[in-house]
């Protein structure tokens, strides 16, 4: 009897990489089928403003996948960081989790629209683009008080 095939999604994320809309997205697409998930974190030196470690971000994000997460950590083109992940990886997605747009230097630089280019689907968690429910923001406020 054959297991049901994994897809294979690498989340693309860094000062998001522990954000309830990404964990929210990662829970969804875990109860859609099988998947494996592995995080990249461009830029690793632009987290100055973070509140979570890569390890707490992989925790949490292994925790709404349902399974463990693999990590690696980008250079700091995150367009370059992204390519080189598909060109080295097997994914069949792509998941990008920036900042809102005001603030993200990954949007200025279109790096959505460049990882779409590399012909996998992408799927954007863009803050602003819809309001956390009631329930995301307890979610959330719990998830920090309890130290996570």
Known sequence: MESEPRMRVLV???RTAASE???NEV???AEEGPCDFTLLI???GDRKRADWTPETAVRLLSRAAG??????VGGPDPVAAVEAAV???DFDEIIVSTLPKKTSKWLRRDLIG???RLGLP???IVPGKRKLTKEEKLEDMGRFSAGG
């Not at 399974?67 to 690696?72: C, K, N």
């Open 12 to 14: 693309v994320a860094n």
């Open 21 to 23: 809309r990404l964990l």
């Open 27 to 29: 829970r969804r697409r």
């Open 42 to 44: 461009p830029d690793v």
């Open 67 to 72: 399974r463990r997460v693999e990590s690696r």
């Open 87 to 89: 060109r080295d990886g």
């Open 114 to 116: 460049r990882a779409e």
């Open 122 to 124: 992408v799927t954007a």
